[in-house]
């Protein structure tokens, strides 16, 4: 069975702060590993990762891919309140199917 | 710009009751699908519509039913209602079949009494 696990389940820092976020996954046929932002309601795409290695950046936001130790980290540096959400992981396998984790929920304090 | 659209955002049954939420895309994507949300479960695969015509069950099918009414439209019903079935319910659609990037409706909660 596909598992996808994110940690930590919840984390509390303080404006400033850098954070990482982790997402493990045990898969059949990995395609790609994808970050999303949830918010108050839909999530939104952050990042898609296929090839160890290769660092994906979007302003403060950073992901990179292990396929050999079979993880992904996303970190956010400079945290501001509007990155208070939860950031889930999905892992695309070869038989159409998008398995997430639980999802990590961010809370940063003023 | 509407993206996925979703009705309705918030719907009360009763056990055994039935209903259709409803969920259509104006980004000409092909695929279309349906999860649920439950706390400490993560976003867990209901059904999916790979391209107009064709359904397939996901992760938690057990409950509901599809419709792929046309390339826009993808409908969820639920026959007979059951508190099992108390969760947030989001629509998504892609450009391909789980391909990349999937956009989200803004999320249907249904409470099952």
């Known amino acids: 069975e596909d598992k996808v696990v994110q940690s930590p389940l919840s984390l509390v820092v303080h404006e400033g702060d850098t954070v990482t976020l982790n997402c493990s996954y045990e898969v059949t046929n990995f395609r790609s590993l994808l970050w999303y932002k949830q918010e108050k309601k839909a999530p939104t795409f952050l990042f898609m990762l296929t090839s160890s290695g290769i660092e994906k950046k979007s302003g403060r936001l950073s992901s990179i891919l292990d396929k050999k130790e079979l993880f992904s980290i996303l970190n956010i540096t400079a945290t501001q309140t509007g990155d208070s959400a939860i950031y889930l992981c999905?892992?695309?396998?070869?038989?159409?199917?998008?398995?997430f984790g639980t999802g990590t929920r961010l809370t940063i304090i003023p | 710009n509407a993206g996925v659209t979703q009705t309705p955002k918030f719907q009360v049954l009763k056990t055994g009751q039935s209903m259709t939420l409803q969920c259509a895309q104006d980004?000409?994507?092909?695929?279309m699908y349906w999860y649920r949300q439950d706390p400490g479960m993560g976003l867990r695969l209901i059904y999916y519509?790979?391209?107009?015509?064709?359904?397939d069950k996901g992760e938690v099918p057990n409950g509901y039913n599809v419709s792929r009414l046309n390339k826009r439209e993808f409908s969820l019903r639920l026959e007979s209602a059951a508190p099992s079935q108390t969760s947030v319910y989001f629509c998504?659609?892609?450009?391909?079949?789980?391909?990349?990037?999937?956009?989200f409706g803004e999320g249907s909660r249904l409470t099952v009494l």
């Open positions: 519509s790979a391209s107009e015509g064709t359904t």
């Open positions: 980004m000409n994507h092909n695929s």
């Open positions: 998504a659609s892609s450009l391909m079949a789980l391909t990349g990037e999937l956009f």
């Open positions: 999905a892992v695309e396998v070869g038989n159409e199917k998008l398995t």
